[in-house]
Structures are given as C-alpha cells and as structure tokens.
C-alpha cells in the first residue's frame, strides 16, 4: 500500500555523539514541566474569562477584552479574526478536554451554547473563521458525542447545539465561493455574505486550507454542499501551478486572474495548503489528493530544498538544510528570508514519512530559538538578522517539537520543549496572561495575546510533557492546523451516500492503523538526533556564538 512506500524512508544517518545530557529525562522532569504547562494555560485562559469574556481575546496588560475594530472596518489585522464571537473561549475547547479537565470543558461547552452567536454585523477572514472557530466546534461536539472512548466526556441533554453553531457559520461562510472561478474570497460579513473590504486577492493557504473542516461539517449534517466548494477551490488551485517548475504563488487575484504575488514557498501564505493535501488524504482517503501532494513535494524538495554550505565534502547530514522562497515559474532565488510558520512543514514532513529531513529542518529553528529565546516572525539566513522581530506566542515550533518526539521518542525533544516553555514564562508573561513580543530583540512585549496560544501553543507542550495522555495512546487521531481534533475512521464515511466511492471508507480505516510511531523502526527512534559536526556547522550557519 502507498502508506507503507511513504513510511518507508532511508536509513537513518544522524548518528555521532551528542550531548550527554539529551540522551536522558527524568519522568519526574516531564511530569513537572506537564503541570507548569498546564498552569501557564490556566493563567491564560482563567485571566480570559475573568478579563475578557465574551469578547474575543484578552488584553494581557490592561486585562482587558478586546473584539473587532467596528470604528475602522480596513483594520484586518484585528477584524480579520475577531468577530464578537468569544473566539478565545471557543478555540480553547478540545485543549480543556485534552487536560482531563471534565467539568472546566463542560462548564465551557455550555458558555459556549449560552452565548455564542454568527449573527454579528462583522467582516472576518473565511480561513481564520474555519480553522479557528468551525474546526473547534466540529472537534468538541465530536468529543462529547463519537470519542467517547477516549475522552469519557457526557454532557446530559446535549442536543448537538456546537454542530448546529458550526452549520450556522458554514452557512454565513458560504457566500465567499460565489464566483466564477470558484476560488473563495478571502472576506465576509457574518450577516449579508461578500464583502467589498480587501477581497481581490487570495493567498494559497486561504484558497486549500478549508478541505478538513469543511468535508468534516458537511459529512456530520448531510449536505455534500461544503465538500463540493471546497474540492472545487482545491481543483482550480491545482490548476494553477507553474507548467515550467509545478510550483503554486503565494497570492492569486480573483479580479485579474493572476498571481500577484509568484513567490513559492512553504511559509506563511501557503504553508497549510501543503498540509491539508496530505490530511485530506489521511482523513479521507482521497488518492488524487496524496498525487498532487506528492508532486508538490518533490518539486519543494528539488527547488527550495538548501544546504549551508555548497563546496566542498561535507556530508549531507552534516550539513544544515533550510528551504528558500522561491518564483514559481524560474525556481530561482525569491528572497534570502524565512518565516516562523514555515516550522509547520516540519510536521507534514514526519507524516510524509521523511523523517530525517524533518530532525535536520528541526535544528534551524531550534538554533534560532537559541539565539533569541523565541523565534521572529522573519530570519533573515543571508544577513543572519532578523527582518520582522515580533513573536505573537506562534505553535508551529512547539508542534514540530512535540511530533518529533511522538515519531522519535528521542529525549532531546523533550528538552527543547523546556526550553521553549522556559522561554514563554520568563520573557512573555504578562500581568493577566502572556503577551506577544514587540520584539525578540529587545523583549518588548505587545498587549495582546491571540487565540492560539491557548488553542495550540500550549497544547502540544501539554502533549509533549504528558507522556501517559490518552490522546498519545491513540494514533487515529491527527491535528488541524489550528491544532483541533479529528480523528482517522470510517465511520463519518459509511452513513454518507454522496461519499466518492464505497470502498473508500473502508480503506481509510485501514490506515489509522498504519500511522503510528512504531511504524519507524526502533532503531532510529533513539539514535542522537544529530552529530556534533552538524550542530558546529548550525552555529556558524545562524551565527550563534
């Protein structure tokens, strides 16, 4: 089966000698830092519901609320995200039950019933919408009602009220497909349908990032209107690619018919389209999607795929590796710049099976983090400076850490995970939550604090430390890209009749038992993650001295 091809990587060379002291951790260490997590959490989400609730977000500093900015509606930095729908609250949800804590998440799940609303006079990004708020409600009610083995959670009386609040935002969300090409646009007011504000031009992630929840929704209730939209975008994306390098831009106008912006890469603006091709797949057995995501990362691999130094002998895995933006017609050089969010593919090269690309990929932004206790929102490779210094508390290192080591069960993960809780409770703890950093330079700190830091951030260090967590017991179970829950069966499949083919459902049951981490050999799960000639070469790379 093509699992088992995918799985199937080469042998392992990262061996060498390495720190001594990553070769051990005490359970008693994990399990400590598992409770600090879980308290730093609490510090923010309890300082939310105390401070901001019903709001959308927490002002750490003022221990304020904050929802969107209806005095300028071309505020999308804010109003792109916040809709007056208590989004802190709802994006929360699967991480409280994660914890075990019962009746914190019902208490929850039913402040959520009592007070949430899509009916609000609001524009707000359709990506955002879908992977914050409409995957949180699809993962909860699931929860409560088809994983139950797991999670053990009952809520007496509950009548599918966060699956009807997930069907009423799909419904509000749909009028961004309504156009010709099927492309959806990027923006909609919750209450009339399309929007006049910023919505000529759609990113690739905004465009291929809404397969998952949108499939999942559309299964649940029965309407296969959800899943024809969003295959339909993934089709007309497909159909843009580069005839000369099979590379995708990064932002399309729906206007024009044009990319306006030609940089490819694996970063912010295309990064969860990569994700959701291979998820999509994962989730629901679709071949086409596994086909397109191949060639995608074999056309990655052969042009954005670098090595530090290009002359001489030095061996491959001795050798730092990062990927370079890139145009999507030449494959040539775009820019000397890397973003934070591109520690996301790290995760998607684990699942693709290719495993020490992924340990090697790993160790750059570990490096960074080194040097800055946080990771900048862009690292300048060819300068060694940063070119945006700010850290709003982003997941994507803290879940390529935490993936690495369910796939490896190598400790040093778990000491790179200390290090970046360390990090988040020195530098960016704040008097009422913990805050985004103005800059990693200076550690100036910004009065806010987003979403996903309680959605995500502190998930998967959670996960990570908590070695004995159901959810590490069970590999069916794989994340959105905002960090909620879906799990790997057949049984959405079966009682749907639009499904593409009969077969399908029963062969994507068959696959949950195939992704664990046990599938890499016990061998490679606890050589050293990398040799000491590599990590000389890492410091000179990032200039870490």
Not at 334 to 341: E, R
Not at 400 to 417: D, I, K, R, S
Not at 446 to 471: A, G, I, Q, V, W
Not at 498 to 508: N, Y
């Amino acid at each position: 089966m093509m699992w088992y091809i995918l799985l199937a990587c080469q042998s392992c060379q990262l061996v060498g000698a390495y720190y001594d002291i990553a070769m051990h951790f005490p359970v008693h260490r994990s399990d400590s830092l598992k409770h600090q997590v879980r308290k730093m959490f609490y510090f923010g989400y309890d300082n939310y519901m105390a401070h901001a609730f019903p709001l959308d977000e927490l002002n750490p500093h003022d221990c304020s609320g904050r929802g969107p900015d209806y005095d300028n509606p071309d505020n999308i930095n804010i109003n792109d995200i916040l809709g007056n729908f208590s989004l802190g609250l709802v994006d929360s949800l699967d991480t409280l039950a994660i914890m075990g804590d019962e009746d914190i998440f019902k208490k929850a799940v039913n402040n959520v019933i009592k007070t949430v609303s899509f009916d609000q006079e609001c524009t707000v990004q359709v990506f955002e919408s879908t992977i914050r708020l409409l995957g949180s409600l699809i993962s909860a009610h699931l929860i409560l009602t088809e994983w139950t083995d797991v999670f053990k959670i009952k809520i007496d009386g509950y009548d599918n009220e966060l699956l009807s609040l997930a069907h009423d935002l799909g419904v509000r969300l749909l009028p961004a497909f309504d156009n010709p090409l099927g492309i959806p646009r990027p923006r909609v007011n919750l209450r009339h349908g399309n929007s006049d504000i910023y919505n000529e031009q759609a990113c690739t992630a905004g465009i291929g990032t809404l397969i998952l929840e949108f499939k999942m929704l559309g299964r649940l209730i029965g309407d296969p209107v959800y899943e024809h939209v969003a295959e339909r975008a993934m089709d007309k994306l497909w159909g843009l690619r580069s005839n000369e390098t099979g590379l995708i831009g990064n932002v399309y106008n729906i206007e024009t018919e044009t990319w306006d912006d030609p940089m490819s890469g694996i970063g912010a603006g295309i990064d969860s389209y990569y994700e959701y091709l291979l998820k999509s797949f994962i989730l629901f057995g679709n071949e086409n999607d596994l086909s397109r995501f191949s060639y995608f990362y074999d056309n990655i691999t052969k042009y954005m795929k670098r090595f530090y130094k290009t002359e001489g002998t030095v061996k491959d895995y001795e050798n730092p590796i990062y990927f370079a933006n890139v145009n999507m017609d030449s494959g040539k050089l775009d820019n000397y710049w890397i973003d934070s969010l591109s520690a996301a593919f790290i995760g998607v090269q684990i699942l693709h099976g290719d495993l020490e690309t992924a340990i090697l990929h790993h160790a750059l932004f570990y490096g960074l983090w080194m040097k800055y206790d946080a990771l900048p929102e862009r690292y300048n490779w060819n300068k060694k400076v940063c070119e945006y210094a700010f850290y709003p508390l982003r997941p994507e290192f803290a879940e390529a850490t935490y993936l690495l080591y369910q796939a490896t069960h190598h400790p040093f993960y778990l000491y790179v995970g200390e290090s970046i809780f360390k990090s988040i409770e020195k530098y960016n703890k704040a008097k009422c939550g913990y805050a985004t950093l103005n800059s990693v330079l200076t550690k100036k700190q910004e009065d806010r604090m987003e979403s996903f830091f309680l959605s995500e951030t502190c998930k998967y260090l959670y996960l990570l430390f908590d070695l004995d967590n159901p959810l590490n017991k069970h590999s069916d179970f794989i994340f959105t890209t905002e960090g909620h829950l879906l799990r790997i069966n057949g049984h959405v499949r079966e009682k749907m009749s639009f499904f593409h083919r009969e077969s399908d459902a029963a062969r994507v049951s068959n696959i949950s038992h195939l992704f664990t981490c046990d599938t890499f050999h016990k061998s490679r799960q606890l050589v050293p993650p990398f040799s000491d000639a590599f990590w000389r070469n890492m410091i000179d790379f990032i200039n870490l001295h």
